[in-house]
């Protein structure tokens, strides 16, 4: 079963990240380079989850293949292709806190159909698989029911280019008056399986890439959320990604495009 085995290789990748993580926090050392931005960081231990879980799927799904953050990959037409964030919330793990996981999805033509995000540091594990639902160790999962836009809590996150940013931040600026509070937890992953939990209301970001969303997504809209994913959503901007819960998503999307998302 692709759940099954995305949990499997999530659950060693995550294995060998908290092992990082404990050097880490021990005084080792960590040999961190940057990407699109001085901001934007990957780490040895980046590279090496991502490694393991090309070794495994190898094992286990030879053949098919593997799109990753790190060390890139192209999707499959027809047959399963893995897509994987070796550690969504870098920056988070860079920085001693616990908000970072390890993101794991079967794609079938671009549309997840199994995943799993577990999060090394505290063990939880979040699972879904297509028209089956969703998961949080074991335990079914459905999103919260708020009652009004003002009363709802909204997570959102930023890219890493500055003039992208900046924009966003006046995004989040014109939203702050709608909504209860806004959350920049540090990863799209974890806040994707938050809206699922029923930890956050909503959750929105422009700019993410598939290995952000491919697992976490799935588990949002598994346990009822309304998901948008990029190029779905033109009136909140090519690139945007959008889960809510289904009474505040309508008042959300228009509340957003009204503030101008398809601008950012
Ligand atoms: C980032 C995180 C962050 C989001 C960024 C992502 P990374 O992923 O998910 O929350 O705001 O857009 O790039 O770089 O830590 O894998
Ligand atoms: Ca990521
Ligand atoms: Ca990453």
């Known amino acids: 079963m692709l759940k099954t085995v995305a949990e499997q290789v999530a659950a060693d990748a995550a294995e060998s990240v908290r092992a990082a993580w404990g050097a880490l926090r021990d005084g080792g050392d960590l040999r961190v380079d940057t990407k699109s931005a001085d901001t934007?960081?990957?780490?040895?231990?980046?590279?090496e989850s991502e490694e393991l879980v090309r070794q495994r799927l190898a094992q286990?799904?030879?053949?098919?293949?593997?799109?990753?953050?790190?060390?890139?990959?192209?999707?499959?037409?027809?047959?399963?292709?893995?897509v994987?964030?070796?550690?969504?919330?870098?920056?988070?793990?860079?920085?001693?806190?616990?908000?970072?996981?390890?993101?794991?999805?079967?794609?079938?033509?671009?549309?997840?159909?199994a995943g799993a995000v577990i999060e090394p540091v505290s063990g939880r594990r979040w699972t879904a698989a297509r028209g089956e639902g969703a998961w949080l160790d074991g335990r079914r999962l459905s999103v919260s029911e708020p009652a009004r836009l003002d009363l709802a809590l909204v997570g959102t996150g930023f890219?890493?280019?500055?003039?992208?940013?900046?924009?966003?931040?006046?995004?989040?600026?014109?939203?702050?008056?709608?909504?209860?509070?806004?959350?920049?937890?540090?990863?799209a992953s974890l806040d994707l399986c938050a809206v699922g939990a029923g930890r956050l209301d909503a959750y929105f970001e422009h700019g993410l890439n598939r290995w952000d969303w491919a697992?976490?997504?799935?588990?949002?809209?598994?346990?009822?959320?309304?998901?948008?994913?990029?190029?779905?959503a033109p009136d909140l901007g090519e690139d945007a990604t959008f889960a809510s819960a289904p009474p505040i998503a309508a008042e959300l999307r228009e509340r957003l495009a009204a503030a101008g998302a398809a601008e950012v």
């Not at 934007?40 to 590279?47: I, K, L, Y």
């Not at 008056?177 to 920049?184: A, F, S």
């Open 40 to 47: 934007d960081v990957v780490t040895a231990a980046d590279r």
């Open 60 to 82: 286990l799904r030879p053949g098919e293949p593997v799109l990753g953050e790190e060390a890139g990959g192209e999707a499959a037409e027809g047959g399963v292709t893995w």
């Open 84 to 113: 994987v964030d070796p550690i969504d919330g870098t920056v988070n793990f860079l920085y001693g806190l616990p908000g970072f996981a390890v993101s794991l999805a079967a794609q079938v033509d671009g549309v997840s159909v």
């Open 159 to 187: 890219a890493y280019l500055r003039e992208r940013r900046l924009r966003q931040g006046r995004l989040v600026a014109g939203l702050l008056g709608e909504v209860r509070d806004i959350r920049r937890l540090g990863a």
């Open 215 to 232: 697992a976490g997504a799935l588990v949002a809209e598994e346990a009822g959320a309304r998901v948008l994913l990029p190029g779905s």
